[in-house]
């Protein structure tokens, strides 16, 4: 079965720190691979997408996610992470030939100190 | 387009009742998706439909809950009886799909469900 572990449920930064937030997936086949974002009191928004090409996608508000096909990951990136990105980040994948049925991760909460 | 439309937004029930809870999806969306969100078990797909079928159902926790959209437009999520376990958020979800394609998935508001 599909599983996906997302590695750290709390991070704490400041701001101008970069930021790396980890994803991994058991599945293999292809699959489609999601960055959903919380932010407090909201509902989930898509933050990026990888469906196939250039393995380095890039998402709004200057996250960017890589897609490691040996290592079955796809961690989120951000350079230099500002106050407004506290939130709770969501990996999430799609095994294509399972429908359209999407595993989420467990969530990783950011808090990030002005 | 306004999104994905939850109602309501927020239920409070005693134990024992019956909740509703409503979706109305985006248009043109042919995939609906219900999700519960608590702090023990995160996000858990409950059930979803392609074209107002159900697809999916084995995230529904027990027989206490039932999901129906009778069309495009609506669906709704019910839990009879209610329990105090069963207090969360639940999110409804649509989503496009395109060649077989799987897209990403809009998330609408959520109802915060309390079962005192």
């Known amino acids: 079965a599909q599983s996906v572990s997302q590695h750290n449920h709390h991070v704490i930064l400041s701001e101008a720190a970069s930021l790396e937030l980890g994803c991994n997936y058991s599945y293999g086949g292809t699959v489609n691979l999601f960055w959903y974002v919380q932010y407090p009191g909201q509902h989930l928004q898509l933050l990026l997408k990888y469906f196939s090409g250039d393995p380095l996608v890039k998402g709004i508000k200057g996250f960017e996610a890589e897609f490691i096909k040996s290592k079955f990951s796809f961690n989120l990136r951000k350079p230099s992470v500002q106050w407004s990105d506290t939130a709770e980040y969501f990996c999430?994948?799609?095994?294509?030939?399972?429908?359209?049925?999407?595993?989420f991760g467990a969530g990783t909460r950011l808090f990030v100190k002005a | 387009d306004a999104g994905v439309i939850q109602s309501p937004r927020h239920e409070v029930t005693e134990m024992g009742q019956e909740v509703t809870l409503r979706c109305k999806p985006i248009s043109g969306h042919d995939y609906l998706f219900w999700y519960r969100q608590t702090m023990m078990r995160g996000l858990e797909l409950l059930i979803y439909?392609?074209?107002?079928?159900?697809?999916?159902d084995s995230g529904m926790p027990e027989d206490r809950f039932s999901a129906k959209m009778p069309n495009a437009s609506f669906s709704t999520l019910k839990i009879q009886p209610s329990e105090p376990r069963d207090s969360a958020v639940y999110f409804c979800?649509?989503?496009?799909?395109?060649?077989?394609?799987?897209?990403?998935?809009?998330f609408g508001p959520g109802t915060r469900l309390t079962v005192t």
């Open positions: 979800a649509s989503s496009p799909s395109g060649g077989g394609i799987s897209y990403e998935q809009y």
């Open positions: 999430a994948v799609n095994a294509r030939s399972g429908g359209f049925k999407t595993i």
């Open positions: 439909f392609n074209n107002n079928v159900p697809i999916d």
